[in-house]
């Protein structure tokens, strides 16, 4: 019999209102994992009532903005003494590789640790209005109930990197995990419960998009949506939370491109390459899926990747020696094949991978790809595949590869790698992109505020900037004049 996990609201595991759960499959060997609830609106209801509840009770509303702080550090500890288990759980439930998810946990607990330190600086201002007999000052207040949607490509990590703020900044929250990697997040709920954070401060409905999703976009008494997630649904809630005069915060898709220029180290280069695109089987909204090479370097770029391409060991995620893993289910492997098909009716040439490797396990493997012969008109360029498919184009001039790095939907990302400093700088002014990386590639830090231009996002994540995303300004007037106010009707010279 498969486990079976409820729902956790109000600092505990309740039943789904409806009976119904969904399984959840392990994309390598595909046997069944767990269960999780499928919950609907009646669900969100209850979960977002109890983080009402949460959010006007004193012991949340009366703690200290330190008092938020320690119990954010003492979170940040649980999942430094559980990371083996999580990164287990996250590596079985998306295939991404288990080193990977070891990596993204060490460093977890500094998502939590950051915000527990920010939590006591939020700060307003007294601000020096023209009336002297008046003191003006502005205070940052908490929203309310904060709703948090997340994807299945690093479930904790972004999950983290919107109730860290959420939390330190006096918010209770609502998740909505991917339907495909609902377990980490429950566990990550049970632990915060564990920390001491009150009943009702973080709740957690699983589910799918359409419904618990939706659900929860919809609810009357959400303050926020904080959605990391593919640009259509983003639009979607973009659309739905407008209507009602509510903020969202969106973490998008991208088409991001890496640019190699004939100055470079290329041996690095393609190292940053071949990590842009391949590391996670190309599943990350960063990916550098769009290689820009100077005419001079990039025969010797192509046959550097092309060669690691084709002798990634792909395999078991859980094994040491294993290097790219499965895609994460199904629709995931026929957008990828359908993209790669796509690429070469439109002309492109398969210069690696284009095929489903030889491996042992049964699950959603896809060799390394590499098209060349492509150009920004086709679609494989400017559409994401969200797989291990680069499209690698020569050019010659640093003003024509601008020109084409950003005739892009999106602006999430960017990697150039060059030895001139002069270029480098210039390069990252200009680049329409809410990261640029120089000579180094895939890097992401709590303290860095990140932010996707275009149709990348609205809103900023990670950085000081994104505790004001969870926080509502308000200005205050006080009359320091005593004496008896003037009839309003009759004009002063
Ligand atoms: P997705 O948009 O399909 O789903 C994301 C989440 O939204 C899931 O929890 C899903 O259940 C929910 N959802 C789906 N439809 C919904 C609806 N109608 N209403 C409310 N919720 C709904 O995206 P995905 O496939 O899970 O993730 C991959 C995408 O996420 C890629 O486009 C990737 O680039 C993007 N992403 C962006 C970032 C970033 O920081 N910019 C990071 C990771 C992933």
């Not at 649904?233 to 898709?253: H, M, W």
Request: proline fraction near 5%; aromatic fraction near 8%; charged fraction near 20%.
């Amino acid at each position: 019999m498969t486990e079976r996990y409820g729902h956790f609201i109000d600092g505990g595991w309740r039943d789904p209102a409806n009976g119904e759960y969904f399984t959840s499959t392990n994309p390598a060997t595909l046997e069944d994992l767990y269960q999780a609830a499928r919950g609907d609106s009646a669900d969100v209801d209850a979960a977002v009532t109890a983080a009402q509840r949460a959010f006007e009770a004193p012991s949340w509303r009366g703690l200290t903005a330190t008092k938020r702080g320690k119990l954010l550090h003492r979170l940040g500890d649980l999942i430094a003494e559980n990371a083996e288990e999580l990164a287990r759980f996250e590596s079985l439930d998306n295939g991404k590789l288990l080193r990977e998810m070891r990596g993204q946990l060490l460093t977890l607990p500094d998502y939590l640790y950051y915000y527990g330190g920010l939590a006591d600086k939020v700060q307003g201002s007294q601000i020096p209005t023209n009336n002297l007999a008046v003191l003006n000052y502005t205070q940052r207040e908490p929203l309310g109930v904060v709703g948090a949607i997340t994807p299945w490509n690093s479930p904790l990590t972004l999950t983290a990197s919107k109730l860290a703020p959420a939390l330190a900044a006096g918010n209770t929250v609502v998740i909505k995990p991917s339907e495909y990697t609902s377990r980490t997040i429950l566990r990550f709920a049970e632990l915060a419960s564990e920390a001491g954070f009150p009943d009702g401060v973080v709740n957690v409905v699983t589910g799918l998009g359409a419904e618990a999703g939706a659900a929860l976009v919809d609810h009357p008494r959400i303050a926020k949506i904080s959605f990391t997630g593919s640009t259509a649904t983003g639009a979607a809630i973009a659309a739905r939370t407008a209507s009602r005069f509510i903020g969202s915060t969106l973490e998008l898709g991208g088409k991001s491109p890496n640019i190699v220029f004939e100055d470079a180290n290329v041996e690095n280069a393609a190292m940053g390459v071949i990590a842009g695109i391949y590391a996670a089987a190309g599943q990350t909204c960063i990916a550098g899926s769009r290689v820009f090479a100077q005419r001079a370097v990039y025969e010797e770029l192509l046959e550097r990747v092309a060669e690691r391409a084709n002798s990634i060991k792909i395999g078991d995620p859980l094994a040491a020696e294993t290097e790219l893993g499965p895609l994460a289910f199904q629709d995931q492997l026929e957008k990828v094949n359908y993209y790669v098909d796509l690429g070469v009716d439109e002309g492109a040439t398969l210069f690696a991978g284009g095929k489903r490797p030889e491996v042992e396990l049964p699950g959603y493997f896809y060799s390394p790809t590499v098209l060349t012969d492509v150009n920004n008109d086709m679609r494989v360029v400017r559409e994401e595949i969200f797989g291990p498919v680069a499209a690698i184009m020569p050019f010659d001039t640093e003003e024509e590869v601008l020109q084409l790095a950003n005739d892009t939907d999106y602006g999430l990302a960017a990697g150039v790698w060059t030895k001139s400093l002069a270029r480098a700088h210039r390069m990252a002014s200009s680049l329409d992109a809410g990261t640029v990386w120089i000579n180094m590639y895939r890097a992401m830090s709590p303290m860095s505020p990140r932010q996707g231009f275009k149709n990348s996002g609205v809103g900023i994540e990670h950085g000081f900037e994104s505790m004001h995303e969870y926080t509502r300004l308000k200005s205050v007037w006080i009359n320091t004049d005593e004496s008896p106010l003037g009839d309003p009707f009759v004009m002063r010279g």
